[in-house]
């Protein structure tokens, strides 16, 4: 059995960042690492872009100014103007290249083709040169970046269709267990519900993580070891659910020695998530979570996620801890270290009821694990915890 901070670095030795690099259009792109810088192909603006709705001017002397045409968003002509003459101008549209400046509407009175301005103005205002936020051939996007919304937005601005970025793993989710039928059948005694597959996929769908497969295998020695080792040829990384315990029907480990994987490292001094497994094989990352549903939910956020994160080419792979003063009370009995669910609302963290490891309602309510070191017993209102952050 390994401390938790023992397995966590073991986890953090064995996973390596992909080299895989795949093309992807940069609408698809949300949550990938960017393998390579990106240059903007375009000047943004493209051109000298108005920022108000107003007047551009001929020269910035006069008072007063003959209106003699507009530019509309999205024109492309270039209407000329002299000193003393100003043209309706609207929000993103081209300014004439003889502007002297741009006047928000606001600031002036118009009165029979006349703008008379209400204050002096400075040149070159209101007005967005070529290239201002960035150049043709600078660097938009650094490699390492994480895309999200606002960086897909950036790149589409700039005309940018597709990007290079770092592949994410395929994963396999193999569920275990007699006992378990899907959400849609009748129990019958002694049945329960499968959720670790939908819960776990979803926790992978709120990191970004889709390609994933789904199997389920009975508690049988020779099925368990033959969907695993299909498994570990086909995906990158493989969670299995249940089936790693000390039970008679719990065939998971010894199908994974059998199949001569490298075993890392078996159960972890933590509560709940004793029995994790991590081992590799060929080019595969295999967790083997603990069936009860708390169990393996806990250990794909803590040990799981990282990893995938790390594969994938992020820089900051780890959930984000902070610390936080208790609410609550807890005692906590024996000598591993826990993970308590838990809701961190205006920087103070209240332990929530019902941990055992089978439960999931304080889970659902949660939005962040407190952490206790193997050496806290007692928490007391008023302390400071470790906390970390759900996504
Ligand atoms: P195991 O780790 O296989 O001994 O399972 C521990 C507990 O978790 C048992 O009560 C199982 O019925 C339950 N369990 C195992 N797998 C699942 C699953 N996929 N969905 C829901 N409960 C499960
Ligand atoms: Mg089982």
Known sequence: ????????????????????????????????????????????????????????????????????????AGDDEDPELKKGEAIRIFT???VPSEAKTVIMQEKVEVIANK?????????????????????????????????????????????????????????????????????????????????????????????????????KVEDEYQATCSIIEKAIQQYDVVLISGGISVGDYDFVGKALRDLQVDEIFYKVKQKPGKPLYFAQKDNTTIFA???????????????????????????????????SISNSEYSKKGERAEFLKASLKNDKVTILDGQASSMLRSFALANALVYLPEEVSKVNPGDRLLVINLP
């Open 92 to 94: 993103g549209a081209p």
């Open 289 to 323: 979570l603990p069936g009860n549903p708390a169990s393996s939910l806990s250990c794909f956020y803590i040990y799981v996620l990282p990893a995938l994160q790390k594969i994938s080419g992020h820089q900051d792979y780890h959930l984000t801890r902070t610390t």
């Open 115 to 215: 703008v008379i301005l209400q204050e002096s103005v400075k040149p070159n205002a209101n007005i967005r040169p070529a290239g201002e936020q960035i150049k043709q051939g600078e660097v938009a996007l650094t490699k390492g970046t994480i895309i999200n919304a606002a960086g897909i937005g950036y790149l589409a601005t700039l005309g940018i269709t597709h990007i290079e970025v770092y592949k994410k793993p395929s994963i396999a989710i193999i569920a275990t267990g007699n006992e378990l039928v899907p959400p849609s059948q009748k129990l019958k005694h002694g049945q329960i519900y499968e959720s670790n597959s939908v819960m776990l996929s979803s926790a992978l769908k709120t990191s970004g993580f889709v390609n994933v497969s789904f199997y």
């Open 1 to 72: 059995m390994v401390p938790v901070e023992k397995a966590l670095q073991l986890v953090d030795n064995r996973i390596k960042p992909t080299q895989e690099i795949v093309t992807l259009s940069v609408s698809n792109s949300l949550g990938f690492v960017l393998a390579k810088d990106i240059l903007s192909p375009i000047n943004m603006p493209p051109f000298r872009q108005s920022a108000m709705d107003g007047y551009a001017l001929g020269s910035i002397e006069e008072k007063t100014f003959s209106l003699i045409g507009e530019v509309q």
